[in-house]
C-alpha cells in the first residue's frame, strides 16, 4: 500500500450504531487530519494529531472521538450520529502541521439513517 | 480575518480550451503559504502546488500553470489544452506561518467540467 489509505470506502449506519472509521499513512507523516466534507459546505477540519498527540479539535460534538495509536495510524469512533453527520471524511498526513501539504486518502462516505 | 474566495462556482469548457480559475485571498501575515488541490470524483483530495508569500514566480507544470500576484491577492490557476480528465473540483487554500491553529483555510472549489 502507498499513500493514506481509509477504510471502510463507504459506511451506512444507524443513529444507535457504533462504528470506527480507520486511516493509515504509508509517507512517513508525523501529522495526520481527519476532515468533513458535505455538500455544498468547504472543507472542515475535525482534528489534527502532531506525533501522535492531538493539537486541534475544531469544537466537534463528543459523538466523534478520535484516536492516533502511532504516527501510522488515525481512528474516528463513532456514535449515537445523525443524520445531519452523513458527509465524506477525509484523512490526511503531512510533514509537520498547517503550511506543509497534506495528503488525502479517498475518504470514507458516511450515510446516517 | 482570513478569507480564501473561489467565486467561480462551476466552469463548463470544450477539451483543449484554455481555462482559469480565480482564487483570492485575504490575509493580515506577511508570511503565508498557498495552496491548489484537485479532487476527482474519486474524492481523493490531490495536491497541486503550495507557494509561499515570498515566491511571486509564476509556476509551470505542464498544462498547469500559476499566477500569484500579491497586488491583487490572488493566486489563479490555468489549465492550457484542457483534457476532459481535468474534470474536477479544485480547491484553493490559505496557511498562515504564525497561525497556531494549525489548519488550511478552504475556499468552497471551483467544480470544473471538460466537456469532449
Known amino acids: 500500500e502507498t499513500g493514506v489509505t481509509q477504510t471502510p470506502r463507504h459506511l451506512v449506519m444507524g443513529m444507535t450504531n457504533k462504528k470506527s472509521l480507520k486511516c493509515e499513512q504509508h509517507l512517513g507523516h508525523n501529522a495526520m487530519y481527519w476532515y468533513k466534507q458535505s455538500a455544498k459546505k468547504p472543507l472542515e477540519l475535525m482534528f489534527v494529531y502532531s506525533l501522535e498527540e492531538r493539537v486541534e479539535n475544531n469544537s466537534v460534538p463528543s459523538r466523534f472521538s478520535p484516536e492516533c495509536p502511532n504516527s501510522s495510524h488515525l481512528f474516528l469512533h463513532l456514535h449515537t450520529l445523525q443524520p445531519e453527520d452523513s458527509a465524506l471524511y477525509l484523512c490526511a498526513s503531512s510533514h509537520g502541521v498547517f503550511y506543509n501539504e497534506q495528503f488525502f486518502g479517498p475518504g470514507t462516505r458516511l450515510t446516517v439513517l | 480575518a482570513q478569507k480564501v474566495t473561489q467565486a467561480q462556482t462551476e466552469i463548463s469548457v470544450v477539451e483543449k480550451e484554455d481555462v482559469t480559475l480565480d482564487c483570492v485571498y485575504e490575509t493580515r501575515d506577511t508570511t503565508y503559504y498557498l495552496f491548489w488541490y484537485k479532487q476527482p470524483p474519486s474524492g481523493e483530495l490531490v495536491f497541486l502546488i503550495r507557494?509561499?508569500?515570498?515566491d511571486e514566480q509564476n509556476e509551470i507544470s505542464g498544462r498547469y500553470s500559476w499566477n500569484f500576484q500579491k497586488s491583487t491577492s490572488s493566486f489563479n490557476f490555468t489549465i492550457t489544452a484542457s483534457q476532459v480528465v481535468d474534470s474536477a473540483v479544485y480547491f484553493c487554500a490559505l496557511s498562515e506561518a504564525q497561525d497556531s491553529n494549525y489548519q488550511l483555510i478552504w475556499g468552497a472549489g471551483t467544480k470544473l467540467i471538460i466537456k469532449p
Open positions: 507557494r509561499n508569500s515570498f
